[in-house]
């Protein structure tokens, strides 16, 4: 994956657990995905349009249909401040 840039950082509150999640946008280099078959039971592509189509209930955090909407008001911030060793 690269990292094309950073779309916000995120945070909320599960079972008196303080989340913070750092959400970049990427592009995949090449390959497939993989996965564990015992532990999922599909893995594929969608676009946000569709990602924001699914049900709640087939949806992990309603956070990220917040994130897909930052992302597509404000875009990116450059990874320039960010030292990649």
Known sequence: MNLDGLV???Q???HDINL???M???TRKSGSFEFNENEILD???ITFDDF???PSNMVREEQFKTIIEDYRKRGTV???FINFN
């Open 8 to 10: 916000g950082i995120y």
């Open 12 to 14: 909320s509150l599960e």
């Open 20 to 22: 913070i999640k750092i």
């Open 24 to 26: 970049f946008k990427a």
């Open 43 to 45: 893995v594929k592509w």
């Open 52 to 54: 924001l189509l699914l």
């Open 78 to 80: 450059s990874l320039d």
